[in-house]
Each structure stands twice: as C-alpha cells, then as structure tokens.
C-alpha cells in the first residue's frame, strides 16, 4: 500500500496529506521540546493526550461560533483538519504574569493584568521567534489591518472561551498561544483558528494549589508531564475513564 505523503513536520506534530483536497491529517507525535528546541524528551501518551484535548477545544469552539480548522478525530493520534494557509505569527493572549513577559518587563508571575494583552510573535526558530509590533506586521506584509483587527478578536474569543471553560475545572488560564491561518471560500479569505489548543500551549494553574498543569512541568523540571496533563483531560471529562479515573493513555500507538 502506498504510503501517504507528508506535507510538513515540526516539533510536535506531523502534516500528511488530507483524503479530500482542501484537508490535512494532523498527527501529534509524544515528542516535547523547550527553549526553541535546546531541550527535548520523548513522553508516552503525550501526543494521545493533545490529540484529544485539541479536538476538545476546538470543536467547542466551532460549536460557539469561532471557526478553527478542525473536522474530526481520526484515531487515537490523528485529526482531521481544514488546510489553512499559516500565518507566521504566533499569537499570545495572557491574563496573569509569566513566562517571557515577566522576564520582559520584571512582572511577578502570577500577577494578574489588568485586562489580557494580546502580543504577536514573529515565527521564525533560527530567530528564536522574536516578538513583533503591528507595525513590523504590516510594514513586512506578513498580515494586513484588517487581518490583525480579525485575529485579535479571534484570539479574545478563544480567550473568553477556554478561560470559562477551565474556570469551570478548577484551573486558571494564565495564558496560551495560537495560530491563525486563512481559508479561501471562492473569493473570499477568512481567518481561522489552526494549528492546536493543548496544555504545550497554554499556561494553566490548579486554583486551590497553584499546581501547574501544562508544559512548564517539562521546561522546569517540575514533575510527570503526561501525569499533568492527564489531570487536565480527566477534570474536563475528555478521556475514557477506567475504574480509578482517567487511563493514562501509555499502550496504544
Ligand atoms: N508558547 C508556545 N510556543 C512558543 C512560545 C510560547 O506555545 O513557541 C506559549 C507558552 O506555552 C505560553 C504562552 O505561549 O503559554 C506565552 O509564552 P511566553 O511568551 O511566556 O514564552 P516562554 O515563557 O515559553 O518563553
């Protein structure tokens, strides 16, 4: 059998060609990587669990009405999803102090902010993705005005939504990262959300116990980062659960 053909890898996921044209296969490998890559590891059920998160929140998202570029889940790995044209920029939304800004502008972590900053962030890695103004955006034509305007108001939507949604949980979204990318619908671009939503992207806190829940565990050596993100899926009911709880998904490939 003909084995499909891959468009792209990256660090943490694979793109394969889509059964349909306009589509993709998404393929979350267990791979994690940390300070643009210096840092790596392997994590059984990593991928499993960020395959299935990321279904989780964008299909929510579609369900409210703010377009993502996800269709469906495949398989215990895989997803399918809408073939976007990427725009290189990776946009942060923060609503509490850490991570890059805290360093920045010597900020205690876990300062709240007075209301979420959204921040842009030229993707490039040999430039260790430098931050950058509207004005670089436009200047280098990267995105327009009014494409800025859509993905600032794309990326507070995806904030309100996960926000709510991890309040109801017990955990406090400090911050995330997304994606955008456009779709043509004849002659008309839109912007959607692409890429993935999991607990690599974000930063999230238990509330009670300050515990934290996403990819810090593995840049700071903090603990078992499939354990965290686990706890993640389990208090958002989105993994099968056996007798004692959510299975941490570790035996299927
Ligand atoms: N982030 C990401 N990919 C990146 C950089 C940042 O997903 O290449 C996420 C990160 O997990 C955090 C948020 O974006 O939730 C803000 O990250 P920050 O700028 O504080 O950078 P870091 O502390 O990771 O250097």
Redesign the pocket.
């Known amino acids: 059998m003909a084995r499909r053909k891959k468009v792209y890898e990256g660090k943490a996921k694979i793109l394969y060609e889509g059964p349909e044209p306009g589509t993709l296969v998404q393929y979350f490998k267990d791979d994690a990587t940390?300070?643009?890559a210096e840092k790596k590891a392997t994590i059984d059920g990593k991928g499993v669990l960020n395959n299935r998160l990321s279904e989780f929140f964008m299909s929510g998202l579609n369900a409210v009405g703010v377009p993502t570029h996800f269709i469906r889940r495949i398989n215990m790995r895989e997803q399918l999803i809408r073939a976007v044209e990427i725009i290189p920029l990776?946009v942060?939304v923060?609503n509490v102090a850490?991570?890059?800004?805290?360093?920045r502008l010597g900020i205690e972590e876990g300062t709240p902010l007075p209301r979420p900053i959204v921040?842009f962030?030229f993707?490039n890695d040999e430039l260790g993705?430098p931050?950058v103004s509207e004005e670089h955006i436009i200047a280098f034509g990267w995105a327009t005005q009014q494409d800025l305007d859509d993905m600032v108001s794309l990326a507070l939507r995806v904030n309100d939504f996960l926000s709510g949604l991890m309040l109801g949980v017990g955990i406090k979204l400090?911050?995330?990262?997304i994606e955008i990318g456009r779709i043509w619908d004849g002659d008309y671009m839109r912007l959607i959300v692409a890429d993935e939503i999991s607990p690599?992207?974000?930063?999230l806190w238990d509330i009670e116990s300050g515990r934290k829940l996403?990819?810090?565990v593995f840049?700071r050596d903090l603990g078992d980062l499939a354990d965290a993100y686990t706890e993640v899926a389990r208090r958002l009911g989105v993994m099968p659960t056996g007798p004692q709880g959510a299975v941490k998904p570790t035996l299927i490939n």
Do not use: L, T
Not at 174 to 177: N, Q, S
Not at 200 to 203: A, G, K, L, M, P
């Open positions: 940390a300070f643009n990776e942060v923060r850490a991570g890059s800004i805290s360093k921040e962030y993707k993705d931050m400090v911050d995330f990262k690599d992207s974000c930063r996403d990819k810090d840049r």
